[in-house]
């Protein structure tokens, strides 16, 4: 029986490496959009305007092995529909500005659903992106050096050059101390006590700073471009000890999402992701 599997964050400039590759392996995908215009490189938009109906919290398209659910990742029903048949979702999500961070809201979304609807969703696997820097990762990622390690000053009293970068500029004033918080909190929503079923099938996923850093729409010809030729990664686990480089490219995330769909190595784990490897 062919693998369904369900994708949050799709449209994102991670996600869609992750469809993609969901697609290129021949899974059944079905993804959750609230803009499924975004995915006009394989649904043609006559048929979205014909069978769309904006009005409705969901509403679902098919074509060969994609299927598109129009709806939020907040929704419960939206959830419950894009679930629908799956034995695993992926969540490439990302919150769209600092003002609305949706991770923990999202995840929380999730717990509830598969919860509440134990019967229908008993056996459901979630690989969730997070990042690296946040919870039990903070020690090593204070340690990131500059991209080579190259002189003696990478790493002083416990810090790195870019450790120490992230956490007093690119956090706060870049990314948004609220939005890594929510990151960190939506990991906090799996892994409580009081979800120990869900957590025992949920792999949390923190990768090193994504690259390549371009505010390229997914699927444009410049995205492509970027993406580069490299497509391997390291998985560690959370330690004190310095990371295995600052960067990995997208495109080696979502080759380990792809592999974790497969694999119940990683269930029940929190994971670092690390640029190199033979994979």
């Not at 449209?11 to 609230?34: I, P, S």
């Not at 803009?35 to 060969?64: A, F, R, V």
């Not at 997914?218 to 030729?229: L, P, Q, S, V, Y």
Request: charged share 25%; glycine share 8%; hydrophobic share 35%.
């Amino acid at each position: 029986m062919t693998t369904t599997v369900a994708i949050l964050g799709s449209t994102g400039k991670l996600g869609g490496w992750v469809l993609e590759g969901l697609l290129e392996k021949k899974y059944n995908v079905r993804a959750l959009c609230r803009s499924p215009e975004k995915l006009n490189h394989y649904l043609k938009k006559e048929e979205w305007e014909e069978e769309g109906d904006t009005d409705k919290n969901t509403t679902t398209i098919n074509t060969e092995n994609l299927t598109v659910v129009k709806g939020d990742s907040v929704n419960i029903e939206s959830l419950k529909e894009v679930l629908q048949g799956c034995q695993v979702l992926i969540s490439c999500l990302g919150s769209p500005s600092k003002e609305n961070p949706i991770v923990e809201a999202s995840a929380l979304s999730l717990i509830k659903v598969l919860k509440e609807e134990e019967e229908a969703f008993r056996d459901v696997r979630v690989i969730w992106c997070s990042t690296e820097g946040v919870n039990d990762g903070v020690k090593q990622a204070r340690k990131m050096g500059c991209s080579n390690g190259c002189l003696p000053s990478c790493n002083i009293f416990g810090w790195g050059f870019m450790g120490f970068m992230q956490y007093a500029c690119i956090v706060p004033y870049a990314i948004g101390q609220n939005v890594w918080d929510d990151m960190a909190l939506s990991e906090d929503a799996f892994r409580n006590k009081s979800n120990a079923n869900v957590s025992s099938h949920t792999v949390i996923v923190r990768p090193q700073i994504m690259v390549p850093f371009s505010e390229k729409a997914a699927f444009t010809e410049k995205w492509r471009e970027e993406g580069g030729d490299v497509i391997s990664y390291i998985v560690g686990h959370p330690s004190e000890k310095s990371p295995i480089g600052c960067f990995i490219n997208k495109k080696s995330i979502a080759k380990f999402f792809v592999d974790a769909v497969e694999s119940k190595e990683w269930d029940g784990t929190t994971v670092h992701l690390f640029q190199g490897g033979n994979k």
